[in-house]
């Protein structure tokens, strides 16, 4: 997986001139390069091949609801947060196929799908993406492992970006992802600029990542680099457009079951499932098997699937949880409590975009603190 | 997430939708299972659906099967050599042998009898380890009773007590008619030292966990068998939480004390 | 078995606990012991409830009967529970059969004389009809939870 970082691995300075030459070494080693373009009036994640696909002197705004770019004032290639897409695409994509079956002597023959799983690099990897893709690894390759998600996973090269411009909807300081992107990461990259001069400062994450810098042009970093590099992240922080407070988020939440607050976000959200599609680390899927007309073929296949749909809990003929209340509070109680029992950790990373891609904009922040500011008489069934 | 062919080398009718399965590994030996965990079944296709083990021998496994959608359906209607398919096993089962040295209690409603039939084989296979056993049943009416040769069996035996009733019934049934946690309070054990394993309907289990309470049975010595939609079981679709814990892998055997909480409220 | 050994068994019974003394004297008082063959009717729809039973061994079975289905059993009343629940209930008539399906031993209470105490000691008709409200809010809830018929799969509503 992600070796340890070379021994000594000080930091390194790119030219953005020479950034091409980046997307080049990882194109030459048999890598597809994803990254950030602007399709359709936002920035989404895609294949790109060459500095000026991404979203040049581009910036995004971001609110409950609200998605818009606006130009800058600079030409920064990384002037901007999260658009409506994550790399859970890559990793775990939306539909894929598990097996095929085919009808045979000895009643059917199996023929399992996973081959050869493609290598990405991901060049923009945000602090809070990359957190998400951590926090994803937890779910597919723990007690049983995802041939799909390990097999990319384990190939993916990550180019990190520490954010110099969090939108509106930003909170990865409270949840401790960012804005400096790591551990975790292949390469780093902190966009520099200053004047004339734009640079990127670069700190190497693995064996692998130094020896894709290692064939780029590159020169040393001086501390004022470094220092500015740490100016950006600083500058960053503070310019969070949400937080939220979590050291007691569990137990206010496994206490809130019967909160009022459920029924007030009942009457606004629309169970659309955009948020659970938009989260980087929702992970819910559905398995179908599917037949050819003549009944002799099959296909297993896996999709996304949202915890929001009526069906996803269907048992019986009717659904555990009908109501929409039910739903929100089963997709927020999970994500910010039952998913640290679950897995150890928060399964939200603060990069905002279920606020921003709400139809209705729904802020997961402002529920929390309106469960905590009103203290509810009934908690989970107990005294 | 790749079945395994497995035949159909025995088929018995248990009641008109229900059937048990005999299923025997086309290449390689039968699983090793826990009493309480369960495969994934497939009809080929038609889809999966999660069944219990009901039982095993002879290098088979047996799984009882009720036909309530397409799946169920298509399952039940295999016939002696159909090759189905099989994943498995799944789950956190009974755990038996956490049991060892106390009485323990089995209370089974309806088709709930079929994942606990392996516990009580299990128990009866080390009887000397247990203390006194109880095995309590409740079933719709007479017709509707499961593994009757086994329940015939389990009577006989002078170190078992075997308590059944049912909801309604004709003339012809001499046995107890009523709600099965009826019979809780009279069931030979010791509230103190008893590990009590319930499986049924849900609101059948919560009735009959509180008659244990009621009796004394500390709520972590009550194990319940949940049940939540699934489709991968492998913890990875997300469809079958309930609460914390996935139905799939932390269950579907889950302590009571863990799981009342939850089971008080609607829509969890 | 005289009034004294019904006392005592009363006494042991939870169907009487925390009645005082008196209350337990009177009530052993209108006791007797009886006995049924299999087979036998201990009461029939219909008749007057004049007796209570507290079942010291054996099985009754509470039935309906049906014209096209023959006898339905909706209840079975066993060691150390109580039968009878109309002789508190005017017009203290008997809404179901009960019948021994075994032999059965039980004490019968006579309930005309137990109304009549009660009708003159509030307090001890309190503490009985208590107890009887007690095992029919437990009949009550069995009856509705076997109305769901959770062991089908057919879905009730």
């Known amino acids: 997986m992600v070796s340890q970082p070379p021994a000594g691995a000080a930091s390194r300075l790119v030219e953005r001139s020479d950034l091409n030459a980046l997307i080049g070494a990882l194109r030459d080693r048999g890598y597809a390069v994803v990254g950030p373009t602007i399709r359709d009036d936002a920035i989404v994640y895609a294949e790109i091949v060459g500095v000026d696909d991404l979203p040049v002197g581009w910036t995004d705004e971001q609110d409950g609801g609200t998605y818009r770019l606006r130009r800058r004032d600079d030409d920064a290639l990384f002037g901007y947060a999260v658009g409506p897409q994550s790399w859970k695409q890559f990793l775990f994509p939306p539909r894929t196929l598990l097996m095929r079956a085919r009808r045979g002597e000895d009643g059917f023959d199996v023929e399992p799908a996973n081959g050869e799983q493609p290598a990405f690099a991901f060049l923009g990897v945000r602090g809070c993406e990359l957190a998400a893709i951590q926090t994803q690894d937890r779910v597919f390759m723990s007690a049983y492992a995802d041939p799909t998600y390990a097999g990319r996973r384990s190939g993916a090269f990550i180019v990190a970006v520490d954010c110099s411009t969090p939108a509106g909807t930003c909170f990865c300081t409270s949840m401790g992802t960012g804005p400096k992107a790591g551990p975790g990461y292949d390469l780093s990259l902190t966009e520099l600029m200053d004047g004339d001069a734009h640079r990127f400062l670069v700190e190497v994450g693995t064996e692998r990542g130094a020896e894709v810098l290692a064939a780029i042009p590159h020169g040393p970093a001086a501390p004022a680099d470094e220092r500015a590099a740490a100016a950006v992240v600083e500058c960053a922080a503070a310019s969070m457009g949400r937080q939220m407070r979590t050291d007691d988020i569990k137990e206010l939440l496994y206490a809130s079951y019967e909160h009022p607050r459920w029924d007030d976000v009942a009457s606004r959200c629309l169970a659309c499932a955009n948020c659970t599609m938009v989260c980087p680390t929702c992970f819910c899927s559905t398995v179908e098997d599917t037949t050819d007309l003549t009944g002799e073929h099959t296909e297993r296949w896996r999709s996304w699937d949202s915890c929001f749909t009526l069906d996803f809990s269907e048992m019986g003929g009717s659904a555990v949880r009908g109501t929409t209340r039910s739903r929100y509070r089963q997709w927020m109680t999970h994500k910010l409590a039952t998913w640290i029992d679950q897995f150890g950790t928060s399964g939200c990373v603060g990069c905002g975009r279920c606020i921003t891609w709400c139809p209705v904009g729904i802020d997961i922040t402002e529920e929390v603190r309106a469960i905590r500011e009103q203290p509810s008489q009934m908690a989970s069934g107990e005294e | ?268 | 078995m005289t009034t004294s050994d019904i006392r005592d068994l009363l006494g042991r019974h939870a169907f009487f606990a925390g009645l005082d003394e008196a209350a337990l004297e009177f009530i052993a008082g209108c006791g007797a012991n009886v006995r049924f063959a299999a087979g036998d009717y201990v009461f029939r729809q219909g008749e007057p409830a004049d007796e209570f039973y507290v079942i010291r061994a054996g099985r009754v079975a509470v039935e309906i009967a049906s014209p096209d289905r023959g006898p339905l059993v909706i209840d079975t009343v066993g060691e150390g529970e109580t039968l009878g629940v109309s002789w508190l209930f005017p017009p203290y008539r008997c809404q179901f059969d009960a019948r021994a399906v075994e032999l059965t031993r039980a004490v019968s209470l006579d309930a005309v004389c137990l109304r009549a105490k009660c009708e003159e000691d509030p307090r001890l008709g309190f503490a009985l009809m208590q107890r009887v409200a007690g095992v029919m809010r437990q009949r009550m809830q069995s009856a509705r939870i076997r109305l769901l018929d959770l062991y089908s799969h057919a879905r009730v509503g």
Not at chain 2, 50 to 79: K, M, N, P, Q
Request: net charge neutral; aromatic share 6%.
């Open chain 2, 1 to 268: 997430m790749i079945p395994r062919r497995f035949r159909v080398a025995a088929r018995r009718r248990e009641l008109a939708d229900t059937v048990t399965l005999g299923l025997e590994p086309l290449d390689g030996e039968p699983p090793q299972f826990s009493p309480g965990q369960f495969d994934m079944l497939y009809a080929f296709g038609v889809g999966e659906a999660a069944i219990s083990f009901s039982g095993a021998g002879d290098g088979r496994v047996e799984h009882t099967v009720r036909a309530v959608g397409a799946v169920t359906r298509a399952l039940c209607a295999t016939r002696r050599g159909d090759v189905l398919g099989v994943r498995g096993p799944f789950g956190a089962g009974w755990d038996v042998e956490s049991a060892e040295g106390a009485d323990v209690v089995i209370v089974a409603g309806g088709l709930g009898l079929a994942p606990l039939r392996p516990a009580v084989q299990a128990l009866l296979a080390r009887r000397e380890r247990y203390g006194r056993i109880a095995v309590i049943i409740g079933a719709r009416s007479p017709s509707a009773l499961l593994f009757r040769r086994d329940l015939a069996a389990w009577s006989a035996r002078a170190d078992v007590d075997v308590a059944v009733t049912v909801d309604a019934a004709g003339r012809d049934w001499r046995g107890d008619v009523g709600l099965v946690t009826e019979l809780i309070p009279r069931a030979p054990f010791d509230p103190a030292d008893t590990i009590a394993l319930i499986c049924g309907p849900e609101i059948m289990m919560r009735f009959a966990a509180a008659a244990l309470l009621e009796r004394g049975v500390s709520p972590s010595a009550i194990r319940i068998s949940m049940e939540r939609n699934m489709k991968c079981a492998i913890g990875h679709c997300g469809h079958c939480q309930f609460g914390p814990d996935f139905v799939c892998s932390d269950g579907p055997v889950l302590a009571f004390d863990r799981v009342a909480p939850l089971l008080t409220l609607r829509e969890v």
